[in-house]
C-alpha cells in the first residue's frame, strides 16, 4: 500500500508536469500579450497550379516573433490559443489582415486561411468574416477557408449554419490535412468543398511511398469526378512534384515552390510571375 500511495503522490507532485503547466501558464499570458504588442505576423505560402506552375492561392499563416524566444512554431501555440480562448481575437485579427493584403493581388488569386472549430463556433463568427471582407473590399469567392475533419465530430448546428452562410455569400471551404483523421467520405459528400489538401505525411513523410502514391491517385480520381481540387501538401523535392502531379493532382503546396513569406515577398513573387510592377496588376487598374 504505502508503494502504492507513494507512487501515486510521486505523480501528483511530478516535476515534468508541473514544469509543463507553468510554461502553459506562461505561453497563454505571454500570448495575450502579444496579441496586444503586435508580435504577431502574418506570412503567405503560395499554392501552386501543377500544370502551368503559376500560383493560384496563398495560404495565410501565422507567425509569432518573441523578443526574447525568438520564433514560437503555430504547433506551439495554436492549440493553446484554442485552450484558453485567445483563438478567437487571433483569428479575426488575422483575417482583416490577410484580407487587406490579398485585396492587393491580382483578381485570380485567391487567401486561404485557417480556422480552429472554436473560431466558427464563436457568435457573429460568419458575419465577422463577411464584414472582413467588406472593409478589406475582398470579393467573398476568393477567400477560402480551411477547416479539419475535427471540426465535424461533433455536430452542431453552428457550425452547419457557418458553413451554409459562407457558401451562400461564395466563400470557398478546403478540406485541410485531408488522410490524418476519421477521413469520411461521408464529410466530402454533405459538405460544399472546393479543394482537398492531401496532408502532407502521405507526400514526404516517413510513411510517403508506394501505398500512399496509390491513396493520392485513388482521392485525385475522386476528386476529378466530384470536381472537387486535391492539393498536395509538404512538396519538397522535384521528384514529389512529379509523383502527385502524374497521380492526378492539381495543385501543390511546400518549399519545393517557397516557405511562408511576408506579404512583400508574396507581392514580388506574383510581380515576377506576371512580369509586371508589385502592385501594378493591370487588371486591377483597367477595374
Ligand atoms: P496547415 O494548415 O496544414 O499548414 C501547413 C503547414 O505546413 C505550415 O506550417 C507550413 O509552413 C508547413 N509546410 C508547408 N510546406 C511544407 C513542406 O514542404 N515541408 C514541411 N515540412 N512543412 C511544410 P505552420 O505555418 O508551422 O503551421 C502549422 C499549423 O498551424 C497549420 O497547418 C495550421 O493547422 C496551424 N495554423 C497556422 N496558422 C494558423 C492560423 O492563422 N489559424 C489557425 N487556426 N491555425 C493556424
Ligand atoms: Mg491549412
Ligand atoms: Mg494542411
Ligand atoms: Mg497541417
Redesign the pocket.
Known sequence: HAKADGRRQMRFFDPAMTRALAHRRDMESELRMALRRDELS??F?PIVDLSTGRVRCF?????WFHPERGEI???EF?PIA?ECGA?VT??NW?TGHAARVAANWPDDVQLA????PM?IKAPGAALGILSALKDAQLPPERLEL?V?ENLFLEDSPAIELFIEELSAASVRFAL??FGTGYSSLGYINQWPFSKI?V??SFV?GPQAGRKSDAIIRAVSQMGKSLGIEIVA????TIDQVRAVRDAGCTLG????FS??VPDYQAALLLAEERGTAPGDWGDRLAG
Open positions: 502574418v506570412y505560402q495560404e495565410a499563416l501565422v507567425r512554431t503555430p504547433d495554436i484554442e483563438i487571433l483569428g488575422l486561411v485557417n480556422l480552429s473560431q480551411e479539419t485541410d490535412d489538401k496532408d502532407r514526404s501538401e509538404g512538396l519538397e503546396q511546400g518549399f519545393h516557405r511562408a
